[in-house]
T-cell receptor, first 116, second 112 residues
């Protein structure tokens, strides 16, 4: 059973640049959520995608945008990178509808983004 | 606004020394409380979901319990491989809401 995968593993960018991170959900899942985790902190919700649309968004600026493809995979784009965007970016997948377990979110290994 | 507070921030135990981690939460209505384990530089690994006060779930040396204001993660006779950061998260029972609100975690170290 394939788990959540993310690419790349690590990324170094310069302030002002743009970055795209990718995520493939766990087999059988159709919903993808993105989180940002700063060092020593808990993950912070960025947004969630289902049926190729953004369903819910956290308190992040418009520089953060996303996309979901017909195969349920997803991308996170960040424009005009700031030093403060350096963090571990986590993708989580879940299954919309069905039993109570649909609320369980399974995380990928993350992408470590460093902005210099 | 949903809030999650975990204590202690860090905990060092001898191998075999049982203890509990605390997760206090404030949420308008609770849909679920989730426990995750996170190893350094890795993504969180799902452990348990608790949905209602009084509910308990167990997995190997771990047992999670839930009240109306807090959850406990009990670790019985821990081993060094239980060393990790344990994260607690809540999901509010608001229409259309599925975001998880996390605490900052408890960093657990088990000394052989």
């Amino acid at each position: 059973d394939a788990g959540v995968t993310q690419s790349p593993t690590h990324l170094i960018k310069t302030r002002g640049q743009q970055v795209t991170l990718r995520c493939s959900p766990k087999s059988g899942h159709d919903t993808v959520s993105w989180y940002q985790q700063a060092l020593g902190q808990g993950p912070q919700f960025i947004f969630q995608y289902y049926e190729e649309e953004e369903r819910q968004r956290g308190n992040f600026p418009d520089r953060f945008s996303g996309h979901q493809f017909p195969n349920y995979s997803s991308e996170l784009n960040v424009n005009a990178l700031l030093l403060g965007d350096s963090a571990l970016y986590l993708c989580a997948s879940s299954l919309y509808g069905g039993s109570a377990s649909r609320y369980e979110q399974y995380f990928g290994p993350g992408t470590r983004l460093t902005v210099t | 606004e949903d809030q999650v507070t975990q204590s202690p921030e860090a905990l060092r135990l001898q191998e075999g020394e049982s203890s509990s981690l605390n997760c206090s939460y404030t949420v308008s209505g609770l849909r679920g409380l989730f426990w995750y384990r996170q190893d350094p530089g890795k993504g969180p690994e799902f452990l348990f979901t608790l949905y209602s006060a009084g509910e308990e779930k167990e997995k190997e040396r771990l047992k999670a319990t839930l009240t109306k204001k807090e959850s406990f993660l009990h670790i019985t006779a821990p081993k060094p491989e239980d060393s990790a950061t344990y994260l607690c998260a809540v999901q509010a029972l608001d229409f259309g809401n599925e975001k998880l609100t996390f605490g900052t975690g408890t960093r657990l170290t088990i000394i052989p």
